[in-house]
């Protein structure tokens, strides 16, 4: 059983950006619940109060500026002859805060960042990769929840995040796929004679094959990407402003969510339901950039085909 840490970055206070509400009390969710519901091994908070760290002589201040967070990742991750971590285990990285973009490089804006020098002052996503990935751990798992950011271009006026839609917001900040960059035969299931990056061309299987064929995600949960299209319980929404943050389905029609949480006595007016569903993470039967976790499809409810599935769940016992 592989070990888990986490990262987790939280900046509500900028000294050169505006200053955000939610950021740390994300953070800090997110760390409470690698610690307490997930049980994980070690994790690392970056808050403008968070305690220091003390497994290093002398501790490292957590206050996420610049200058604290390089040498955090340059004393954990540095030494790539004796890594922290194996193979076999897995490494969180949790952001919220500013992020902006710079000569086509995207950058995590810490409280001391100075957008007018991005490049020595922010943390690019592919230095704090790199570094993740010198852990030693082959499961590293970004989370940049940049969406209250301000994203800029040299010579171009800066847009707000909130008004990118749903799939220009993930094609920005999300990796495409949960692990990683870019998809091959040996990962998922779809039509891999067909490339999406510089990977190279891979089998077409033709058909659907055998759950836990690959590797799962960091959430236990297997062919995330291609396989079958699963349907989405939530209706067609154009954008995410609005959406519930405790994991519910989105339906406004259905507010207290009654509905879904009692399937077996509702089902006869769910089924009624014409309104346009959800058809996510690409099949057997697509190229792969319609198995990026950014791609979604708007279908009617009665709408069948041989890629398209759903995923069974059981919710647990609430104690």
Same mark, same amino acid.
């Given at each position: 059983?592989?070990?888990?840490?986490?990262?987790?970055?939280?900046?509500n206070?900028?000294?050169?950006?505006?200053?955000?509400?939610?950021?740390?009390?994300?953070?800090?969710?997110?760390?409470?619940?690698?610690?307490?519901?997930?049980?994980?091994d070690?994790?690392?908070?970056?808050?403008?109060?968070?305690?220091?760290?003390?497994k290093?002589?002398?501790?490292?201040?957590?206050?996420?500026?610049?200058?604290?967070?390089?040498?955090?990742?340059?004393?954990?991750?540095?030494?790539?002859?004796?890594?922290?971590?194996?193979?076999?285990?897995?490494?969180w990285?949790?952001?919220?805060?500013?992020?902006?973009?710079?000569?086509d490089?995207d950058?995590?804006?810490?409280?001391?960042?100075?957008p007018?020098?991005?490049?020595?002052?922010?943390l690019?996503?592919?230095?704090?990769?790199? @570094?993740? !990935?010198?852990?030693?751990?082959?499961?590293?798992? *970004?989370?940049?929840?940049a =969406? +209250?950011?301000?994203?800029?271009?040299?010579?171009?006026?800066?847009?707000?995040?909130?008004?990118?839609?749903?799939?220009?917001?993930?094609?920005?900040y999300?990796?495409?796929f949960?692990f990683?960059?870019?998809?091959?035969?040996?990962?998922?299931?779809?039509?891999?004679?067909s490339?999406?990056?510089?990977e190279?061309?891979?089998?077409?299987?033709?058909?659907?094959?055998?759950?836990?064929?690959?590797?799962?995600?960091?959430?236990?949960?297997?062919?995330?990407?291609?396989?079958?299209?699963?349907?989405?319980?939530?209706?067609?929404?154009?954008?995410?402003?609005?959406?519930?943050?405790?994991?519910?389905?989105?339906?406004?029609?259905?507010?207290?969510?009654?509905?879904?949480?009692?399937?077996?006595?509702?089902?006869?007016?769910?089924?009624?339901?014409? @309104?346009? !569903?959800?058809?996510?993470?690409?099949?057997?039967? *697509?190229?792969?950039?319609? =198995? +990026?976790?950014?791609?979604?499809?708007?279908?009617?409810?009665?709408?069948?085909?041989?890629?398209?599935?759903?995923?069974?769940?059981?919710?647990?016992?609430?104690?």
């Open positions: 059983m592989g070990r888990n840490w986490a990262i987790a970055i939280g900046i206070i900028y000294e050169n950006l505006s200053s955000l509400k939610y950021a740390k009390r994300d953070a800090e969710a997110m760390v409470a619940w690698f610690g307490q519901e997930a049980k994980f070690e994790v690392f908070l970056f808050t403008e109060d968070s305690p220091p760290i003390d290093t002589n002398p501790p490292i201040p957590t206050t996420p500026t610049y200058g604290h967070l390089r040498r955090f990742l340059r004393a954990q991750f540095e030494n790539i002859e004796r890594p922290l971590l194996k193979p076999e285990d897995n490494l990285f949790f952001f919220a805060g500013h992020g902006m973009r710079n000569r490089k950058y995590l804006m810490l409280c001391d960042s100075d007018g020098d991005v490049e020595h002052t922010a690019s996503v592919e230095y704090v990769t790199q @570094r993740l !990935r010198r852990s030693g751990a082959d499961n590293i798992v *970004l989370f940049l929840d =969406c +209250r950011a301000v994203i800029s271009a040299p010579n171009q006026s800066s847009v707000s995040s909130e008004d990118l839609t749903v799939e220009e917001w993930n094609e920005q999300n990796q495409p949960h990683g960059a870019t998809i091959t035969s040996d990962l998922a299931n779809y039509i891999a004679t490339t999406y990056a510089d190279p061309a891979g089998e077409y299987r033709k058909e659907t094959i055998p759950v836990k064929s690959f590797s799962p995600n960091a959430f236990g949960l297997y062919d995330m990407h291609g396989q079958v299209r699963e349907w989405c319980a939530d209706p067609w929404h154009e954008n995410y402003q609005g959406a519930p943050e405790d994991s519910r389905v989105w339906d406004e029609q259905n507010k207290n969510d009654n509905h879904y949480q009692n399937i077996s006595d509702n089902l006869a007016e769910l089924l009624k339901d014409e @309104r346009e !569903r959800i058809l996510r993470g690409g099949s057997w039967s *697509l190229n792969p950039r319609f =198995c +990026r976790s950014a791609y979604r499809v708007r279908v009617n409810p009665d709408y069948t085909d041989d890629d398209v599935g759903f995923r069974v769940a059981c919710g647990g016992a609430r104690t």
